[in-house]
């Protein structure tokens, strides 16, 4: 997929927009419960998805595995269920179907995107400088 570098990076900052309106309400609310899945939505939602983001960006032969889109898909929809259990459990403290499934999930797309490096050219593609004429 083309653009998926920019696709990567803007969902990761859309999850940093969602973790500091959580984390204000949060500290507004005085819920320090929900600190954890605050942190959670943070790392595995932003972090990782504007690192898999800037991998893509310099690596682009990355994009051009058919993998690349399916990786994306599993790993966004496998965050956002298991954040919603984790959320589900700081708010009763009991385990939750949400986070059973999502965390296999997010392990897969994390090793899918494991299998997208591992499988991509030993260099990236990097512009070097030419004199000019």
């Given at each position: 997929m083309r653009n998926i570098d920019k696709l990567y990076i803007s969902l990761g900052l859309a999850w940093l927009i969602g973790s500091a309106a959580f984390g204000t309400w949060l500290g507004a609310?005085?819920?320090?419960?929900?600190?954890?899945?605050?942190?959670?939505?943070?790392?595995?939602?932003?972090?990782?998805?504007?690192?898999?983001?800037?991998?893509?960006?310099?690596?682009?032969?990355?994009?051009?595995?058919?993998?690349?889109?399916?990786?994306?898909?599993?790993?966004?929809?496998?965050?956002?269920?298991?954040?919603?259990?984790?959320?589900?459990?700081d708010a009763s403290g009991q385990p939750n179907p949400f986070l059973m499934i999502g965390a296999p999930i997010v392990i897969i797309g994390g090793a899918m995107f494991l299998w997208l490096f591992v499988r991509s050219p030993a260099t990236a593609s990097v512009p070097t400088l030419a004199p000019a004429e």
């Open positions: 609310s005085g819920h320090p419960n929900f600190a954890q899945s605050h942190a959670h939505i943070g790392l595995l939602g932003f972090v990782a998805s504007v690192l898999f983001g800037l991998t893509h960006k310099a690596w682009p032969t990355l994009r051009e595995s058919r993998l690349a889109l399916p990786q994306l898909v599993v790993y966004e929809a496998g965050t956002v269920i298991l954040l919603t259990g984790k959320v589900m459990i």
